[in-house]
């Protein structure tokens, strides 16, 4: 399987805000909407958690390959937010399709994959 350390970098960084980034770097209206707004910091955690879940188990090279060009397309998407909402809706939409990706590549995954609705 191929490295990819961008989504790495991403997925594994984590501060205590829980967000996959330091917050104490947050520059962007993005970063800090996601550092100053629990629901979205868990989200960013959550989505952080299953691409480490998903990128710790066997995916094949195209799979992994497929898995990280969709992580970037989702983030230059994300990053085009405006208001909380907007955040909030990417980041269910994709918790949620990126679970629904590993049932589809029929991914085993070493823990379960959270869902968007056990985020309150």
Request: glycine share 2%; with cysteine.
């Amino acid at each position: 399987m191929k490295f990819y350390p961008f989504i790495l970098l991403f997925v594994l960084s984590a501060t205590a805000n829980a967000a996959s980034f330091d917050c104490n770097k947050a520059r962007t209206f993005v970063e800090k909407e996601i550092c100053k707004t629990p629901v979205l910091s868990q989200l960013d955690d959550a989505l952080g958690k299953n691409y480490k879940n998903i990128l710790n188990s066997k995916l094949s090279d195209v799979q992994a390959e497929n898995t990280s060009i969709d992580a970037g397309l989702w983030l230059s998407e994300r990053n085009k937010c405006k208001d909380k909402a907007c955040l909030e809706k990417m980041y269910r939409a994709r918790i949620d399709e990126l679970c629904e990706n590993a049932k589809t590549m029929q991914v085993k995954l070493k823990q379960a994959c959270v869902l968007s609705s056990e985020i309150k």
